[in-house]
């Protein structure tokens, strides 16, 4: 049974950090990319970044690049999301995901339809 199970999430100042885990179990670890999305009520939900397998390459929404950095330990079976200089706009439920691929070309990566497997979500919320 493969599962994902998000941490770290909070409650934080604009211009904070904070930084997302998500363990995962169940799978074949090294053979997926894997990715964190982020969703507000009544919205779609959006890409925030992705790696693939080996971290030869990762991706990043528009509205985060430069400010998070997303990486894997293989070892752990997790991925962790960095996020820095938070803005209130960042506030959003964060779900971390997982592919059948073990890397694709970008487009496919920042697809949500790409993405088998979901874990539950984390809360961030920063306050201005």
């Known amino acids: 049974q493969v599962e994902l199970v998000e941490s770290g999430g909070g409650l934080v100042q604009a211009g904070g950090s904070l930084k997302l885990s998500c363990a995962t179990s169940?799978?074949?670890?090294?053979?997926?990319?894997l990715a964190w999305f982020r969703q507000v009520p009544g919205k779609e939900r959006e890409f925030v970044a992705a790696?693939?397998?080996?971290?030869?390459?990762?991706v990043y929404g528009d509205s985060v690049q430069g400010r998070f950095l997303i990486s894997r330990d293989d070892a752990e079976n997790t991925v962790y999301l960095q996020m820095n200089s938070l803005k209130p706009e960042d506030t959003a439920q964060y779900y971390c995901?997982?592919?059948?691929?073990?890397?694709?070309?970008?487009?496919?990566?920042?697809?949500?339809?790409?993405?088998?497997?979901w874990g539950q979500g984390t809360q961030v919320t920063v306050s201005s």
């Open positions: 995901a997982a592919a059948l691929w073990s890397s694709a070309p970008m487009v496919r990566m920042k697809s949500e339809q790409e993405y088998l497997y």
């Open positions: 790696v693939n397998w080996g971290s030869t390459m990762t």
């Open positions: 169940g799978l074949s670890y090294s053979a997926h990319g």
